[in-house]
């Protein structure tokens, strides 16, 4: 990537963070592009610049954190540890991304209502590469006796789900941060599959 190509992005990013900040407070519909340009010291002609419209700046949103979301598995998934230990990583690190980008991530409720069918079409396949590596940790887990013999779909979908749910209801002022959250999530969750002596 040239200079000229590296900070086009870093400003694109940098929009794409303001608008996410924009649209949660106000809603996608009540938020005007005029609004983010304000909040970013910004002409709406240099927003218009870098993204078509509003919808076009939430569609790569979306993307921008489904990728860091990817890339940060596939990190974890080339760690020589044992499968456990992957899962457990990898429910930790999920959860704190979601709590960190939560604005962001609650913005992806119901994307059938702002996406067109060619935009829903990439974002369901990143979430189902990414939905594949729990798959395939799970079942490298049971094909290494160390996890439950399980309908692997149906135990990545309950894991997946509750991570997902933890947005709803952490609190920020509560009495544990977000790693001591994950951390707890991760043994509860990861009971679901690993066997215990004897078994």
Known sequence: MSLKERKIAEKKE???R??????SEKGYHGTT???IATNLLMTKGTVYYYFKDKQELLYQSQIMLLNRSLQQIQEIKQQQIPVEEKLKK???????YILEE?????LMLK??????????AVIFKLRDTYGEFFDQMITEGIEANVFHAADVKVVRNIILGAMNWVTQWYAEDGQK???ELAEDIAVYLQRI?????GE
């Open 18 to 23: 303001m608008a996410i900040h924009v649209l």
């Open 102 to 106: 939560r604005s962001g991530f609650e």
């Open 111 to 120: 994307p059938e209502q702002k996406f067109s069918s060619e935009q829903l």
């Open 177 to 179: 941060s977000r790693n």
């Open 14 to 16: 940098e929009i794409i």
């Open 193 to 197: 599959l690993i066997k215990t002596g």
């Open 90 to 96: 990898s429910i930790i690190a999920h959860i704190e």
């Open 33 to 35: 592009m005029e609004e």
